[in-house]
């Protein structure tokens, strides 16, 4: 969107604007070159030219007034068409990213192709008791996140999952604006925040630094109150494109020219004033992190990429050299001790403040917050000099057994090696550990090389990764849950080299309320066990999915009508051939759905509690699409697929994971699949069957159909036999696949057991031809496949004359007392099987039962999801979410605890805390008795 440029007439005599009427509220165009106003008084609307620091009524812009009995709201729920339909809760939109959020998270999709790149943990809930108050702002602008909803605001730093800050303000109807300047080689980023007041209420302005967390906001009221008028500028709108700011001055629009203000100069002389007491009152800060390894977090990757494309320095014995840094005093100073052994130190002046050792030096370079990157054999070091300790310390540490290349730094963020022998990596591991959004940037990647790595010092640090994400999300759970993610994303490979982490964090995580829901709910619309997530779905509309809103029934052939009027593509016209085809298992499908809605609807939760699965991102797919053979023989799987043991499903948390992952898309799939396979089977019966009934060419139509159905079958069967070839054997299902396979030469095989006559020559000689008799009914059940089913099931019977002739005809009263005999010995063996079940109950273990059901249940979920679902419906995060939830009714979850107690598998000394709160939000704090 661009400012249009408008002349203004030499001869323009300007009209009284508004009427003369007070004006109300502001909106200036991204340039900041044109404003329109408004005013409540008589709902006129003027447009304005800007002309440096003067506002100008647009000569060619007539005055509009709004018709009466119009009002204006703001959407809480909204809906924009970009090529198609995007549905969400509230979104903003930008050049390149939709924004858009849920009751607790924030998600950023890429506008093009709506693809998700990443969410984000708001830090404050999103309800409110009045809807229409409910706006969301976003500005992004560097690497920093700015999100304005209602009178709440959180920042965050790009790519990472929790806020930096959050702000509460009492007042709903303030404005924000991301100011970015460069100072000295360096990014300050600051937030200026005000309210518009009302009637004679003052205006709070206030200055943020974004990136250093630590430094409190200064009042920048004074900036804008320049004598003005007795009431001094209202700031409406600022520009940070044209550095203006437009406001009011008794009603009258005006304009502040702000392109000379250095705002990094006005906070640091500002930034140790008193803050003005009521204004503090509005802020809700959480508690914020006291230390940031700025060097890991914002990495000045241009500069350490040059680095690798200058020639190798010289500095020769007892020389030094001194760089200094780029806005203070101090400089580092490199000593060449004797050619082998240098001395890096830092100087205030001429006095040394601390010194390091370090063999060997090839190049060097001063970075953009005054750190110092080395480069010798075979390693590249940053060092920083910390005021507040008066040392330097070991920011990164990068070692390889070749060349360090410049490709490995191709990306924004430092890559990380793990070197647990060297002290130099050490301490860098524990400047990750100490901040904790280095830690959420890096975390990921150290755990997981730690685990496979052999070194004995690994075992510590992966304990100390693993207990500093623990901490961190028991300190503040609505802000730190996606650190779970670290420990989750590896827990397969945790879970095969240290299994007793698995059995330790499903202790610690045994139930996971909601830090947001922490209350018994009564609503009826849920019932035990439901499961849900905040994901957001933004897609587009196609013909194919208008075409899937056709499964409506009561509409279903009314649209299908018109529809087929409509359109004349072939393409479609296939499609709804397809769907005509599938309409009767639709019609089954739609039923089934209606009874288990039916069902649960008799089962409603008169009051549940809401709790979190804390296996974060263990359902989530890599967003990099892999190279088209790949998808087909080598999908990319997530950490669910790896995980199909039974020590997951162990208690509720497992079996949320699975009871999504059905209702969502696995039930669907798994009777489309089973429905497919029947066809194939009636198709083959049906063939094979020896009557004269069926006609050669029906016959050979119905083999047809089987082939194709089988190839079908046999596609997938190769596709996972290529993905893990091991694995595929190991199944136990596939192996009794494997033993059943046809022997030619089995004595009890009907095509051996018939007839075989030679023939001979007019010499008597026997020739190598032969004719063999077709089996039948006088051979055994085997000599067909109908009749072979029920040899199976009499051997399951433990009859064994399937083995022996059998004749149903001429007639039918050997298939009649065959079928009853099926019907009595099918209910006599229930009977016995449940009477030997109930007999042994008191032996097995339910839960373990359980657990073994469920884990088959994910076996066949995770088959579904790698080679029956596309590539780009596996990145669907409505179907696999960050963050699953799931409702418990509060009866059986007091029945669930108490056994869990009895079991020892609720340990309260496992984050008591949240025990605690659980055992108080149900009543029973008296369940555990010491």
């Known amino acids: ?121 708001l830090g404050f809930n999103t309800i409110y008791k009045n809807i229409f108050d409910n706006k969301l702002s976003v500005i992004f602008k560097e690497n920093s996140i700015v999100v304005k909803y209602n009178n709440e605001i959180a920042i965050f730093s790009e790519g990472i999952y929790f806020p930096i800050r959050n702000i509460r303000l009492e007042d709903f109807i303030l404005k924000v604006e991301l100011l970015c ?57 600022y520009n940070s494109e044209s550095k203006k700011a437009f406001g009011l001055v008794d009603g009258k629009i005006s304009c502040i020219n702000l392109s000379n203000r250095n705002w990094h100069e006005f906070f640091i002389n500002h930034m140790f004033d008193d803050i003005i007491t009521s204004w503090n009152n509005y802020l809700n800060d959480s508690d914020e992190m006291k230390y940031c390894n700025d060097t890991l977090f914002f990495p000045d990757m241009e500069n350490i990429r040059s680095l690798f494309s200058e020639e190798k320095k010289n500095l020769y014995e007892s020389e030094h050299i001194d760089i ?32 390091r050792k370090i063999y060997l030096l090839d190049k060097w370079k001063i970075l953009i917050n005054n750190a110092l990157i080395l480069n010798y054999d075979r390693k590249l070091i940053i060092f920083e000099y910390d005021n507040n300790n008066k040392s330097i310390k070991t920011k990164y540490w990068c070692s390889t057994f070749g060349e360090i290349s410049i490709t490995q730094f191709s990306g924004s963020t430092l890559p990380m090696t793990v070197d647990q022998r060297h002290a130099e990596w050490k301490k860098m591991f524990i400047s990750i550990i100490e901040d904790n959004r280095c830690l959420a940037r890096y975390g990921t990647t150290i755990l997981r090389d730690l685990i496979k790595s052999n070194d004995s010092e690994s075992t510590h640090n992966i304990e100390s990764i693993y207990t500093r994400c623990i901490e961190i999300v028991k300190e503040d759970p609505s802000r730190n849950l996606k650190f779970l993610s670290i420990i989750t994303s590896s827990m397969d490979d945790l879970y095969r080299k240290y299994p007793d982490y698995l059995t330790k964090f499903n202790s610690e995580m045994f139930m996971f309320l909601d830090p947001y829901d922490e209350k018994i709910n009564n609503n009826k619309k849920y019932s035990h066990f439901y499961t849900f997530s905040q994901e957001i779905e933004i897609y587009k509309t196609s013909k194919l999915t208008k075409l899937s809103e056709l499964f409506i029934l009561s509409e279903l052939y009314c649209k299908l009508q018109e529809l087929i009027e409509k359109l004349h593509d072939s393409h479609i016209t296939i499609i709804i051939l397809v769907y005509l085809l599938f309409l009767p298992f639709m019609i089954i499908w739609h039923a089934y759905d209606y009874l288990i809605y039916y069902l649960n ?72 699949i089973w429905f497919i396979f029947i066809i194939f089977l009636v198709c083959f019966t049906v063939a094979s069957y020896p009557t004269n009934y069926i006609s050669q060419e029906l016959r050979i139509m119905l083999y047809q159909t089987s082939i194709a159905f089988g190839i079908f079958h046999i596609i997938f069967e190769l596709r996972q036999f290529i993905w893990s070839p091991k694995k595929y054997f190991l199944s136990i299902w596939n192996l009794f696949d494997s033993l059943n396979a046809p022997n030619s030469s089995d004595p009890n095989n009907p095509w051996t057991l018939s007839n075989t006559y030679n023939q001979t020559d007019e010499t008597g000689n026997v020739k190598n031809e032969a004719f063999i008799q077709v089996p039948s009914g006088n051979t055994n059940l085997f000599y067909s496949y109908p009749t072979s089913l029920l040899a199976i099931y009499l051997f399951l019977t433990g009859n064994q004359n399937s083995l022996s002739p059998w004749a149903p005809t001429p007639s039918y009263e050997n298939t009649i007392l065959y079928i009853l005999m099926i019907i ?60 699953i939830y799931y409702t418990v009714d509060v009866k059986k979850a007091r029945i669930y605890i108490k056994e869990a107690i009895n079991r020892g598998d609720w340990k309260k000394d496992d984050w008591p805390e949240m025990k605690n709160k659980i055992l108080k939000l149900l009543g029973i704090e008296d369940a555990i008795k010491d």
């Open 601 to 672: 609807y008799k089962h409603k939760s008169k009051q549940h509690i809401v709790l979190i699965v804390p296996y974060i991102n263990h359902s989530c797919y890599p967003l990099e699409y892999a190279s088209w053979l790949d998808k087909i023989f080598y999908p990319q799987y997530s950490e669910f697929i790896n995980t199909c043991e039974k020590e997951f499903y162990t208690n509720w948390n497992g079996e949320a994971i699975i009871n999504f992952k059905w209702k969502t898309f696995g039930r669907a799939y798994y009777f489309v």
């Open 1 to 121: 969107m661009g400012d249009r440029i408008i002349k203004i007439p030499d001869d323009y005599n300007p009209r009284n604007p508004h009427g003369g009427n007070k004006i109300s509220s502001i909106s200036v165009s991204p340039g900041g070159k044109y404003v329109i106003t408004y005013s409540y008084v008589d709902n006129s609307i003027e447009g304005w030219i800007v002309e440096d620091s003067k506002m100008i009524l647009d000569p060619q812009a007539n005055v509009y007034k709004l018709p009466k009995g119009i009002k204006t709201y703001s959407n809480y729920s909204i809906k924009i068409k970009l090529s198609g339909r995007i549905v969400g809760i509230s979104i903003d939109v930008d050049k390149e990213n939709i924004w858009a959020i849920s009751l607790n998270y924030l998600f950023q999709l890429d506008l093009e192709t709506l693809q998700l790149k990443f969410s984000y943990s």
């Open 324 to 355: 200094s840094f780029k806005d203070q005093k101090y400089k580092w100073r490199i000593n060449n001790i004797n050619n082998r052994d240098y001395k890096i130190s830092v100087y205030l002046d001429e006095i040394l403040l601390d010194s």
């Open 824 to 883: 009595f010995s099918f209910l006599i063996v229930i009977y016995l099987m449940n009477l030997f079940i109930g007999l042994l109950n008191m032996a097995i273990e339910k839960d373990n039962d359980r657990a073994s059901y469920l884990t088959l249940k994910a076996e066949f979920i995770a088959e579904i999801e790698l080679f029956y679902l596309l590539p780009h419906q596996r990145r669907w995060k409505a179907w696999f979410p960050e963050i």
């Open 181 to 237: 300047e460069v100072c000295e080689g360096q990014n300050n980023n600051y937030l200026l925040v005000f309210n518009l007041p009302k009637y004679d209420e003052k205006q709070n302005i206030f200055l943020y630094h974004t990136s250093d967390i630590n430094k409190q906001p200064v009042d920048a009221s004074e900036i804008f109150n320049d004598g003005n008028s007795e009431k001094g500028f209202i700031i409406h709108e």
